[in-house]
């Protein structure tokens, strides 16, 4: 009980300090509550070490927002036009404010792929950049002229299905557009052979047949995706691009796997990705209602404050998009629930620990670790609030640092022997 004193008593001064007028920020940030994301095995993580995160994990974390990811590795542009009829997915997409859609590697690079892990098997290389960087004697060839006729074979493979990916990209387009209330987000497909750091390094022969494959690549890329990504943005308003290809021209060999022929982004990768996406489409973290990219004090007071002007029948004193990055437990308003999960999270940061906020559920709000042990105080209940309080008052010293000058009680040393007069 005294813990929910303390607390209304901190939260009731943050909201004297912060509600005056024109202290609240209007903003233009985009804050979501529900994401959805589809594709590939870029948007689900696939390749990353356990403690590593997916771009759709860091923008969820960031976000705090709930996401669905329907992604799944190895995931063409036929699979993703195919998902898009499932009901299930069709429901989520209809909730959604944020839509995140990455597709398409696989449809170019498989074959190629295919390709280069028949000649890594047959010359006996460790990685798929061994065909322009190893020394041949090491691997009992005789000289370069046996290994870059396979330049020539990888190239080809790429031609192989654009005109079909074109097709199925601007179906997409077209299915997604039944979503207009939605931010839709698409990336552009990077070059993953760009894998070398140092061509320099190369002999003109070998940089010659590098460059071929890194500019096939990416003419495939641009031809079957890029530029129908682009043409789409450019048409309809609610659509973002984040330009990958471009972020990852030049350090696709520290942003990508492929020298192991793994066409995921790794971790680095990944973190670029949610950077980028973060900041293209100005995403703002729930419970910052204030935009100063901290979730405090000051966010609880002005949703306590926004709640109690409602109370009073004023009216909020929040913006819509303030109402969005107030209402943390997602039942479409922000009240003193909401700012209550937000000081508990402001806390938890404080003392280095995480804190989920919990999701409104319909009916009651969700543990979002209904295993782990509730570790607070249980509230003492009064068995019959109606009686009287009979009990004594605690006596509360009023200044516990100052010495005790009162005399000593007198205690009789043999309480039983007579009092003589």
Known sequence: MKQKLKYISVLSAAVTAFCQPGMLMQTKAMHVQKIVVLGDSISSGSGLAENQKSYAALVEEYTNAQIQNFSQERYTTANVLTCLSDPQIQQALSEADL?????????????????????????????????????????????????????????????????????????????????PHAKIIWQTAYNPTDTIDFIDTLSDRRK????????????????????????????????????????????????????????????????????????????????????????????????LGHA??????????????????????????????????????????????????RKYDGVQLVDPDPDMPDTSEPEVVDPDPDMPDTSEPEVVDPDPDMPDTSEPELVDPDPTAPIWQ
């Open 208 to 303: 010659e047949k590098y460059l071929e494959i890194m500019n096939s690549v990416k003419s495939a890329m641009d031809e079957a995706l890029n530029h129908s990504i682009a043409q789409f943005a450019e048409e309809n308003g609610h659509c973002i691009v984040i330009d990958t290809a471009a972020g990852f021209a030049g350090n696709a060999w520290k942003y990508t796997n492929l020298y192991q022929l793994d066409l995921n982004p790794s971790a680095e990768g990944h973190a670029w990705i949610a950077n980028a996406l973060i900041q293209k489409a100005a995403l703002s973290r729930n419970g910052d209602v204030n935009e100063d990219s901290e979730i405090n004090a000051s966010d609880a007071a002005a949703v």
């Open 99 to 179: 839509i995140l859609i990455t597709v398409g590697e696989h449809d170019i690079m498989d074959r190629f792929i295919k390709l280069s892990q028949g000649f890594m098997t047959q010359f006996g290389f460790e990685k798929f950049t061994d065909v322009f960087q190893a020394n041949p004697e090491d691997y009992g060839i005789r000289s370069e002229d046996e290994l870059l006729p396979y330049a020539d074979l990888l190239s080809n493979a790429l031609r192989s299905n654009q005109a079909a990916v074109q097709e199925n990209i601007q179906k997409i387009h077209e299915e997604l557009e039944h979503y």
């Open 308 to 357: 109690a002007s409602i109370g009073a029948g004023k009216g909020g004193t929040f913006s819509e998009d303030q109402i969005k990055g107030g209402d943390v437990d997602g039942d479409g308003t922000a009240n003193a629930q909401d700012a209550a999960q937000i000081l508990s999270y402001a806390a938890a940061k404080g003392s280095g620990k995480t804190y989920t906020f």
